[in-house]
């Protein structure tokens, strides 16, 4: 199974030890739909999106991944990202190397 963003939010959410009820209050979305959106049952807006990048101080391209019609290169991708997301929590200057800048495609 591919993480979604709601395991990025729950995974920085939890490395940096900061309360739904914490983040709720930093991004303006209501506790049970970051709740919801952590358990993947709630989609997300790209608004909400930018709120919680900067809520949890990393660049809003961690929460987009970008699939390729090559499957392998779409899972390298992911545990890419996964890893990355992992790092960020001591080193977003790592994070921000590791990740490449996506071109949009065709």
Do not use: W
């Amino acid at each position: 199974m591919m993480p979604s963003i709601g395991d990025a939010v729950r995974l920085l959410r939890a490395a940096r030890n900061v309360s739904l009820v914490t983040l709720s209050k930093q991004t303006g979305i209501a506790t049970p739909t970051l709740c919801l959106l952590e358990r993947n049952r709630k989609d997300v807006s790209i608004t909400s999106l930018q709120n919680l990048a900067l809520a949890l101080n990393v660049p809003f391209g961690v929460f987009i991944s970008y699939v390729d019609s090559d499957a392998q290169y779409a899972d390298d991708r992911v545990t890419k990202i996964t890893q990355c997301l992992v790092e960020a929590v001591d080193n977003e200057d790592h994070l921000r190397r590791l990740l490449p800048r996506a071109t949009p495609g065709p």
